[in-house]
């Protein structure tokens, strides 16, 4: 049974820095690139940072760029992004996905990965 497992959300005011962490297990961790997204009410979930299967490579979305940096690590199954500078407007429930590696072409999209954790909430006070 595949589990993906958040933690580290909170509620943090605006400059703030929070740290997310994703455990996986259940699947072979090496197997998939991951995602982490985010929701807010009324809106979409969007793709916030995406990692490569190896680590190597690094997506981000235009808004979070240069305060948001995501990591992997293979021997303890897990995937963190930091976020720094935090703003009111990146308050959301915030979800680790897991794409197979094949399909970084699309992390973009939500409907793309296979596995998802039940979210946390990030709430960002100005």
């Known amino acids: 049974q595949v589990q993906l497992v958040e933690s580290g959300g909170g509620s943090v005011q605006a400059g703030d820095s929070l740290r997310l962490s994703c455990a996986a297990s259940?699947?072979?961790?090496?197997?998939?690139?991951m995602g982490w997204f985010r929701q807010s009410p009324g809106k979409e979930r969007e793709l916030v940072s995406a990692?490569?299967?190896?680590?190597?490579?690094?997506d981000y979305a235009g808004s979070v760029k240069g305060r948001f940096t995501i990591s992997r690590d293979h021997a303890k199954n897990t995937v963190d992004l930091q976020m720094n500078s935090l703003r009111p407007e990146d308050t959301a429930v915030y979800y680790c996905?897991?794409?197979?590696?094949?399909?970084?072409?699309?992390?973009?999209?939500?409907?793309?990965?296979?596995?998802w954790g039940q979210g946390i909430q990030v709430i960002v006070s100005s």
């Open positions: 996905a897991a794409i197979t590696a094949g399909d970084w072409y699309r992390r973009a999209s939500a409907a793309a990965y296979r596995y």
């Open positions: 259940g699947l072979k961790f090496s197997n998939y690139a």
């Open positions: 990692i490569t299967w190896s680590g190597t490579g690094q």
